[in-house]
């Protein structure tokens, strides 16, 4: 896991022509694969409205187990042909929700090996070393190859 961030503009206008516009390249697909999960997300809450409930000051770790928890049953559900629209108090208002199509049914008999999210009643594996600073020191590192292997 990493924090990626755009380069800022001070990053970007400090490069010389060539690297700015690998910069700026950079950021709008940044941008781009941010809505996706932004969207992705909003498709989670649209069918797991608690999760607009959540504190923030819930400790991290319980904040892991539930998305992952709530990621494999949606994925569950997918294949299951289950319709979101039909649960009750489903918000079909959320703007950042996708709309998909509720009539792909798919085979009743899904083997939910395989699905992920929580294994166990033992603690997500978050290391202790994550700190913030870490994240944002090893986002900025996975930026720059990201950055030399996309441009």
Sequence with gaps: PYVLR???????????GVEKARRRKFNKHLSSQRITVEHVFGLLKGRFPSLKD?????DIRDTYRVVEALFALH??????????ELIPLFDNSDPDRD???????????????????????GDPEVPAWESDEWLKEAGHRRCLVILNDLF
């Design 75 to 84: 994925n569950m559900c997918i294949d299951l042909g289950d319709s979101p």
């Design 6 to 16: 755009p380069f800022t503009e001070p990053e970007v206008n400090a490069q010389p």
């Design 99 to 121: 709309h998909d199509d509720p009539g792909d049914v798919v085979d009743a008999d899904v083997d939910v090996v395989g699905y992920g999210g929580v294994v166990g009643d």
């Design 54 to 58: 959540l504190p923030p000051e819930q």
